[in-house]
């Protein structure tokens, strides 16, 4: 795990630092925390390391079985089913599954009925 310091940018600054390195691909940061202020302490993997690449993959493949399964549940639900809109269904998933909103996204994707072939394949292999 490396660590790196980042001065706390200035309201209203136009190009954010920490920003910047947080959105990077090939980073996963572990953890961020304020320090001797105005400093921010980012913990974080480098991707670049093909030991890092594997498990950022089985890391996201587990992530992806996992919103498979919520999918799968909540389309048995009538509350999600009748509901008609993204928006409804991401503040449901919100509410009653506990998801993030990328997640709830991600799972109102997977649901729809063109992906069932998808959540299929992932969650036989999932069984395997």
Known sequence: ???????????????????????????????QETVMVPHVRICYESLSDPDMIARAVKYESRQQRRLCEVAERVITKDA??????????????????????????????????????????LLEGQER
Do not use: D, H, W
Not at 1 to 17: E, R
Not at 95 to 117: D, H, N, Q, T, Y
């Open 1 to 31: 795990m490396k660590t790196i310091l980042f001065p706390v940018p200035p309201p209203g600054s136009a190009i954010n630092a920490i920003s910047e390195f947080c959105e990077n691909p090939n980073v996963k940061v572990l953890s």
């Open 80 to 121: 999600y089913v009748k509901l008609v809109n993204a928006t409804q269904r991401k503040e449901y998933l919100l509410a009653f599954e506990g998801l993030s909103v990328e997640e709830a996204e991600r799972v109102i994707e997977l649901a729809k009925r063109e992906m069932e072939p998808v959540r299929r394949k």
